[in-house]
């Protein structure tokens, strides 16, 4: 990781990127990846916090429990979203592994009030496990922090599931970025070395 860097050069400027390979799993990429999860986690302005867990005992392993868990997530949504009709929540769901290896789901929602009994009841029927957690979101930033932290420690994600995902509506805080220059007509060569020697030789021959 980082050992590869792309170089970039206009009629007046040039620029160097590193590459990296964003894995959850490298030391390096890991708190990047974390920082831009619990970025949009706060932008949902996410006021309600579930936790919905596995039964082991129903799966032959971790992988085939998260797939299931995936699938009775998304029907269970469909429930929640039908007592409701016209009023949408959004949610952020993140797959989380225990010290034991089975996932559980951490999920924010936009949504302020679902019945705890009728939740465990839905959530038992759909899954077989009991425990269900549902709270109320008093520090967005910080619930924020805390779904980031934990969700790159497993060794590999559970199949091909992703790590996390949202509903379209929710990351509605977009950041506003300046204008920037235009890199349309740049030329791009892609190296194998130390990226920070070329960028500052660039710089020192006079390079934007």
């Given at each position: 990781c980082g050992e590869r860097y792309l170089y970039q050069r206009t009629a007046d400027r040039a620029r160097v990127f590193q590459l990296r390979c964003r894995s959850w799993n490298c030391p390096r990429c890991r708190p990047r990846r974390q920082q831009q999860l619990r970025a949009i986690a706060y932008a949902g302005h996410p006021v309600t916090f579930l936790t919905l867990t596995c039964n082991p005992f129903l799966h032959e392993s971790p992988g085939d429990a998260a797939r299931a868990m995936s699938a009775a997530w998304r029907a269970l949504r469909r429930l929640i979203e039908a007592q409701h009709k016209g009023i949408k929540p959004e949610w952020m769901t993140v797959v989380e592994a225990t010290k034991r290896g089975w996932p559980h789901l951490h999920v924010l929602t936009t949504k302020r009030w679902i019945d705890q009994k009728w939740l465990s009841k839905q959530w038992e029927r759909l899954t077989g496990a009991k425990?269900?957690?549902?709270?109320?979101?008093?520090?967005?930033?910080?619930?924020?922090?805390?779904?980031?932290?934990?969700?790159?420690?497993?060794?590999?994600?559970?199949?091909k599931l992703k790590r996390y995902y949202t509903t379209r509506g929710y990351r509605s805080a977009k950041p506003q970025r300046p204008a920037?220059?235009?890199?349309?007509?740049?030329?791009?060569?892609?190296?194998?070395?130390?990226?920070?020697t070329l960028a500052m030789a660039l710089r020192a021959s006079g390079w934007q």
């Amino acid at each position: 990781c980082g050992e590869r860097y792309l170089y970039q050069r206009t009629a007046d400027r040039a620029r160097v990127f590193q590459l990296r390979c964003r894995s959850w799993n490298c030391p390096r990429c890991r708190p990047r990846r974390q920082q831009q999860l619990r970025a949009i986690a706060y932008a949902g302005h996410p006021v309600t916090f579930l936790t919905l867990t596995c039964n082991p005992f129903l799966h032959e392993s971790p992988g085939d429990a998260a797939r299931a868990m995936s699938a009775a997530w998304r029907a269970l949504r469909r429930l929640i979203e039908a007592q409701h009709k016209g009023i949408k929540p959004e949610w952020m769901t993140v797959v989380e592994a225990t010290k034991r290896g089975w996932p559980h789901l951490h999920v924010l929602t936009t949504k302020r009030w679902i019945d705890q009994k009728w939740l465990s009841k839905q959530w038992e029927r759909l899954t077989g496990a009991k425990i269900v957690d549902i709270r109320r979101v008093q520090n967005p930033r910080q619930m924020a922090s805390y779904v980031a932290k934990y969700v790159g420690k497993a060794p590999h994600k559970f199949m091909k599931l992703k790590r996390y995902y949202t509903t379209r509506g929710y990351r509605s805080a977009k950041p506003q970025r300046p204008a920037q220059y235009d890199w349309s007509n740049a030329s791009s060569e892609l190296h194998t070395g130390n990226f920070l020697t070329l960028a500052m030789a660039l710089r020192a021959s006079g390079w934007q």
